[in-house]
């Protein structure tokens, strides 16, 4: 084709300049093309009409070039669409490989499982992620022997659908921040809203003709077409789900089945191709990887959690052998000084009260003699507290009924409780079994323990329950007129400690000591401004006797 | 009068014991060994024994199994510093417990009791 001057053509091809209007096809930032013909004809002409027109005008002409140059533009027209078809699936492409990465880069940071199946989830439904409309994740159990709804994301109705579409396509999350919006603000609701369907889904992993467990056999994605009328498909499944058309996408880590995600399109009822199954699949890698490495955190967490208990119980057992040595060691000190000081302070009292008894009533000296027999009893008194504490190793344990052991030890120290005007007040509980206890004993830990309380405190209120705690009945004293600080608290456990609020701290050293030799803890806590609680716990079976 | 024996290797608390009991109206002999209250038993008869359980390199309890085999008639009352005396099941052979005390006088009861339940038991026949 030449630029015959008797020719006038429609289209501008043929100048090398051009003005702004000649190209209809020319817009706003195509200035350069105005003076660069080879570029305008390449990027403008082919699709231009007058072009067109012109180009038919030249075939017509008879001009033997014409089919030559036909060959040429028709092969050109092919290749520009080829590669106009190749650049928009790299587009695509380059998206996914954007979202992909993305993706890979949040699962692979996170050990959390509730924030891994979020975002798993939130991908498979955000428009920016796989677009779908609902999904189903269903886990094996521990034992993988089931597989389970755990959780479902998405609409239930159309009208919920342009609502919640609406917001998201409004909000302009990155999928992070969108997953991360559905786990605070949604995932419970989302499993409620589901729980209906969720509940249904279990499926035995040994049933190798359903088709999720098949799809997890064959580790495949597989898209299930006319499931209502599909041999291979459970009709339950179909029914649950509502839908025709739906894929499989089977959670495999380490050949491990981990579980399955099931997706449709049950608003828009918009096919799935092919190409979003393969689209899909390459996703169903890092989730899985990403949810047996959070389950696996989630259960060596469990594990770290159990050693750290094991570890605190090893420290309590350290504590409490120091501390049980430490008490036997006072036990064999304090009645091998009790011997060594019974004899000569009986000697002392006894004839201090021959010569009282044989001393006149007026003598001046009988104060004296007086003040020797009442400092000689006092002594013998804390000898025989201190002799109670050595005796406190050998418990003699039977079977008793503890509401009644509450009972006669309340009425032992009725009268100390009427002169201190306290108020006591019992509530046992009804049909208790009967504890394993050394009765002497446990009835005297709680009568010290109890008039411990009382003592120098007039007008308080002291509460005492019995109930079952697990296999043990529990004995509360609640005292609720006293205010003990943690230093106090300490001190009332030391033996030979003295309290501001409560005297030597012998006598409840001494009943701990009693009652932790019958394997029986008595523990003591005082809450800021909640009194002080004694909590006994009596074994009700022999096998729990040390 | 009733005849006490009482084996203390503390010599103060033999007296102490003598006084009071004496004074008491009871007939009080004393014994500081094992070997010195056989010696007095097997010389004059007693109407109850007052025994310290731990006498100095010696036992109480075996003066008592002694005691209960040759003078099953003559009731003992066992003295201890100590209420560890009761895990002994020996002691049990006792006809009472007291535990050492200035005050002589839940010990001068069970004086009076034992020897009531033993002029109760001579009256029976038994």
């Known amino acids: ?546 | 009068m009733n005849r006490i024996l009482v084996v203390d290797d503390e010599a103060n608390i033999r007296l102490l014991y003598a006084e009071e009991l004496t004074d008491e109206g009871y007939e009080v002999a004393t014994a500081a060994s094992t070997a010195e209250a056989t010696e007095k038993l097997q010389q004059q008869s007693f109407d109850l024994a007052v025994l310290d359980i731990k006498l100095k390199n010696e036992s109480g309890i075996e003066l008592l199994q002694k005691i209960v085999k040759e003078r099953h008639d003559m009731p003992v009352i066992l003295c201890s510093a100590f209420s560890c005396y009761k895990d002994d099941f020996s002691a049990w052979l006792a006809d009472s417990y007291v535990v050492k005390s200035g005050d002589l006088t839940e010990l001068k009861e069970e004086i009076k009791r034992v020897l009531a339940k033993k002029a109760q038991r001579k009256a029976a026949g038994l």
């Open chain 1, 1 to 546: 084709m030449e630029n015959d001057t008797a020719t006038q053509w429609e289209c501008c091809w043929d100048r090398d300049q051009i003005q702004v209007g000649d190209c209809p096809n020319l817009g706003e930032g195509d200035e350069d093309l105005l003076s660069s013909r080879s570029r305008r004809v390449l990027e403008k002409c082919c699709n231009c009409e007058k072009f067109k027109r012109d180009l038919e005008r030249f075939y017509a002409s008879g001009h033997p070039l014409a089919p030559m140059f036909s060959i040429l533009d028709e092969g050109y027209r092919r290749q520009r669409s080829h590669i106009q078809s190749l650049s928009s699936f790299l587009d695509t492409k380059t998206l996914e490989t954007r979202f992909m990465h993305e993706l890979g880069s949040v699962l692979q940071s996170s050990v959390d499982l509730e924030e891994v199946l979020s975002v798993a989830l939130t991908a498979i439904t955000s428009g920016k992620g796989f677009g779908m409309n609902r999904a189903f994740l269903l886990l094996a159990d521990k034992e993988r022997h089931f597989l389970r709804g755990h959780l479902a994301i998405g609409p239930r109705s159309a009208e919920e659908a342009g609502q919640t579409w609406h917001e998201v396509a409004t909000s302009d999350l990155d999928l992070q921040s969108l997953s991360h919006a559905f786990r605070q603000n949604k995932l419970s609701a989302e499993r409620d809203k589901f729980q209906d369907i969720l509940a249904r889904l279990v499926i035995s992993m040994d049933d190798i003709h359903h088709i999720i467990v098949s799809s997890l056999e064959e580790k495949k994605p597989l898209l299930v077409q006319n499931a209502f009328h599909n041999p291979d498909v459970d009709p339950e499944l179909a029914r649950l789900l509502g839908v025709d058309t739906f894929l499989i996408l089977p959670l495999i880590a380490r050949n491990r089945r981990v579980g399955a995600i099931l997706t449709d399109n049950f608003i828009t009822r918009q096919p799935i191709t092919d190409e979003d199954l393969r689209s899909i699949e390459t996703f169903t890698f890092p989730v899985a990887f990403a949810i047996e490495r959070a389950s696996l955190y989630e259960r060596l967490q469990v594990e770290v959690a159990k050693l750290q208990e094991a570890n605190r119980k090893l420290q309590e057992q350290q504590e409490l052998l120091v501390k049980m040595e430490k008490m036997a060691l006072v036990g064999r000190i304090t009645s091998s000084i009790a011997h060594s000081i019974r004899n000569p302070l009986m000697v002392i009292g006894g004839f201090a009260r021959s010569i009282l008894k044989a001393t006149p009533q007026n003598d001046p000296k009988r104060d004296f003699i007086d003040s020797i027999v009442a400092e000689a009893h006092q002594m013998e008194e804390v000898l025989d507290e201190i002799l109670t504490y050595s005796d406190a190793l050998y418990p003699i344990r039977d079977f008793w009924d503890v509401n009644q052991l509450v009972e006669t030890t309340l009425r032992e120290i009725q009268d100390k409780v009427i002169t201190q005007n306290y108020t006591c007040r019992y509530h046992p509980a009804d049909g208790l079994p009967a504890a394993y206890i050394d009765y002497k004993q446990t009835s005297y830990c709680i009568r010290n323990i109890l008039l411990g309380t009382i003592d120098g405190l007039e007008n308080g209120l002291l509460e005492i329950s019995t109930r079952l705690e697990g296999e043990r009945v529990e004995i509360l004293i609640d005292d609720r007129s006293r205010r003990l600080s943690e230093d106090e608290l300490e001190a009332l456990l030391t033996p030979f400690a003295e309290t501001h609020e409560m005297g030597s701290g012998l006598n409840l050293a001494l009943c701990r000591n009693m009652l932790e030799k019958q394997n029986i803890p008595l523990l003591v806590v005082a809450p800021p401004d909640a009194g002080v609680r004694y909590s006994i716990k009596l074994p009700t079976r022999k096998e729990e006797q040390p």
